[in-house]
């Protein structure tokens, strides 16, 4: 049976792990509340309600698409399409295709800036490897203006943080949010993690100190790794209610 992502493939090992996933998942949430198009995930009032749940839906849709045979990835992909089609209908407007090009390519950077962090350095082929997976998701979405290959992505990538980024109302209420579903110590872990994954532009809007103290404790998480003691520092990132999600994370 035909996978949409090869079993041997870097992408299953980026989104096979619950400590880069969960880097990926503060980078995310980061730029869906600078996002210009962030109001379209107000408007059903999913997401100011429960943002941790909602990015969690997000990240699961993603894994679902990256571990399944094709033709239930592809059906995942429909869905989110269909759902998406939903509440254009009821708003009575269309969502910008480069708000849904903003969407994939967070997952295609903090796929790869998780990793190199947490990992090793990616080669090249990895990386094109990476966009190639996140680029037929976007095909299949019927998105448009998708870049060709890796290298045009990086190009496209940086024209869409300088035009579609901003710190607005909503980016200020959703960081309320965060802060009020973590509780304040977990808060400013997510800060500090934010430091460490996401691009320059985003930081200055963010008005994120240079300091990165977090970044110290890189090699010692990576060290508390094999002796298993990663899995209580993830159970203290996230709030309890959240626990069984992180485990699922780790089960591929």
Do not use: C
């Not at 300088?162 to 607005?168: F, G």
């Not at 691009?199 to 298993?228: C, D, H, M």
């Amino acid at each position: 049976m035909e996978n949409f992502v090869e079993n041997n493939s870097i992408v299953r090992k980026i989104w096979g792990k619950a400590d880069t996933i969960l880097f990926i998942f503060a980078g995310s949430a980061a730029e869906f509340a600078l996002n210009k198009a962030v109001d379209w995930l107000y408007f059903t009032g999913r997401l100011p309600a429960d943002p941790l749940g909602r990015l969690f839906s997000t990240v699961e849709y993603a894994r679902m698409i990256v571990f399944s045979p094709l033709d239930a990835a592809n059906a995942a992909i429909d869905r989110i399409t269909s759902i998406h089609s939903a509440v254009e209908k009821n708003r009575q407007a269309t969502i910008p295709d480069w708000a849904y090009r903003d969407v994939l390519y967070m997952l295609i950077y903090y796929s790869i800036t998780s990793f190199e962090l947490l990992e090793r350095k990616m080669t090249r082929e990895e990386k094109e490897e990476v966009y190639d997976v996140f680029y037929r998701v976007g095909f299949r979405m019927g998105l448009t203006l998708l870049p060709a290959n890796y290298t045009d992505w990086l190009v496209s990538r940086e024209e869409h943080l300088q035009n579609d980024l901003v710190k607005s109302s909503f980016t200020i209420d959703l960081y309320k949010q965060y802060e009020k579903h973590l509780g304040r110590p977990r808060f400013v872990v997510l800060i500090e993690s934010q430091k460490l994954v996401l691009p320059a532009i985003a930081k200055n809007l963010l008005g994120f100190q240079k300091t990165e103290w977090l970044k110290l404790f890189v090699p010692i998480y990576k060290l508390s790794k094999r002796v298993y003691a990663d899995r209580l520092i993830k159970y203290f990132l996230l709030p309890k209610k959240y626990h069984t999600q992180i485990r699922a994370l780790d089960n591929l």
